[in-house]
T-cell receptor
Framework: NAGVTQTPKFQVLKTGQSMTLQCAQD?????MSWYRQDPGMGLRLIHY???????DQGEVPNGYNVSRSTTEDFPLRLLSAAPSQTSVYFC????????????FGPGTRLLVL | EDKVVQSPLSLVVHEGDTVTLNCSYE??????LLWYKQEKKAPTFLFML????IEKKSGRLSSILDKKELFSILNITATQTGDSAIYLC???????????FGTGTRLKVLA
């Protein structure tokens, strides 16, 4: 099993550009989520999904969109990148949200100029 | 508003020392508390706690939960330089699918 994979590992964007961060898991997990991690802020939940076709907002959803068309994939879209979105982004998955530990991907480091 | 607070924010110790990391929480409908270790990249799971007073142990690491006083501690005995990391605490609640993370404790162990 590859576990949770994320691409790209690192990306530089200009303000206003859009892009998609990819996340995939091969563990047949129902629950997937996206976090951003900023210095001194811990992990903050952006969006999450409890199954294919079902998504919901987390703590900091503005400027981000998600969709869940399959169990395996949960892409995060930045619609119009801003410098405030410079961060490290982690995708995570688990069998059932809140009942089990999450498994994290390796992260994507994003720099918005 | 649900929140998780960790202390201290950072800690520097010498090899062989014992450390205690703290996590307090204020959430509605507590379900579980989780500890993670984060080195260079992704957080890795250490413990999940759901019941008060039952210690979870793995090697030199142990953790316990107090649901009455709303906190957990993570103990590391005989610290090694490989224990240097950020330790994250997260809480999940019943009825939602969200994990609320604290800001983490940065531990540095000097040789």
């Amino acid at each position: 099993n590859a576990g949770v994979t994320q691409t790209p590992k690192f990306q530089v964007l200009k303000t206003g550009q859009s892009m998609t961060l990819q996340c995939a898991q091969d563990m047949n997990h129902e629950y997937m989520s996206w976090y951003r991690q900023d210095p001194g802020m811990g992990l903050r939940l952006i969006h999450y999904s409890v199954g294919a076709g079902i998504t919901d907002q987390g703590e900091v959803p503005n400027g981000y969109n998600v969709s869940r068309s399959t169990t395996e994939d949960f892409p995060l879209r930045l619609l119009s990148a801003a410098p405030s979105q410079t961060s490290v982004y982690f995708c995570a998955s688990s069998y059932a949200g809140g009942r089990e530990t999450q498994y994290f991907g390796p992260g994507t480091r994003l720099l918005v100029l | 508003e649900d929140k998780v607070v960790q202390s201290p924010l950072s800690l520097v110790v010498h090899e062989g020392d014992t450390v205690t990391l703290n996590c307090s929480y204020e959430v509605t409908n507590f379900r579980s508390l989780l500890w993670y270790k984060q080195e260079k990249k992704a957080p890795t799971f250490l413990f999940m706690l759901t019941s008060s007073g039952i210690e979870k142990k793995s090697g030199r690491l142990s953790s316990i939960l107090d649901k009455k006083e709303l906190f957990s501690i993570l103990n590391i005995t005989a610290t090694q330089t490989g224990d240097s990391a950020i330790y994250l605490c997260a809480v999940s609640t019943s009825g939602t699918y969200k994990y609320i993370f604290g800001t983490g404790t940065r531990l540095k162990v000097l040789a």
